[in-house]
Nanobody
Framework: QVQLVESGGGLVQAGGSLRLSCAAS????????MGWYRQAPGEKREWVAL???????NYGTSVKGRFTISRDNAKKTVYLQMNSLKPEDTAVYYC????????WGQGTQVTVSS
């Protein structure tokens, strides 16, 4: 059974930084691609970043150059370092695991004030 628990969200001023963490339970973490998504009020869920089993990364256009995804397989944790935050980054951020099956965390709120 896989569970994903996000942490690290909060309130930050525009231009600031936050680091989100997502801790996974179970034994499949090192064999799964991990991703971050976000959903703002009234909007569809948006893909933010992906890191593959081999460590390759990819980013959504709106966050490229500002956000960095990384993983620590020993800790079964994936991170999202968010720099130069903008008010439009305000959303609930969700962790996703994909190893053929998809798992989601409960989300963590990020609010960026102008």
């Amino acid at each position: 059974q896989v569970q994903l628990v996000e942490s690290g969200g909060g309130l930050v001023q525009a231009g600031g930084s936050l680091r989100l963490s997502c801790a996974a339970s179970g034994s499949v973490f090192s064999r799964a691609a991990m991703g971050w998504y976000r959903q703002a009020p009234g909007e569809k869920r948006e893909w933010v970043a992906l890191i593959t089993v081999g460590g390759s990364t990819n980013y959504g256009t709106s966050v490229k150059g500002r956000f960095t995804i990384s993983r620590d397989n020993a800790k079964k944790t994936v991170y999202l370092q968010m720099n130069s935050l903008k008010p439009e980054d305000t959303a609930v951020y969700y962790c996703n695991m994909n190893n053929g099956l998809q798992y989601w965390g409960q989300g963590t709120q990020v609010t960026v004030s102008s």
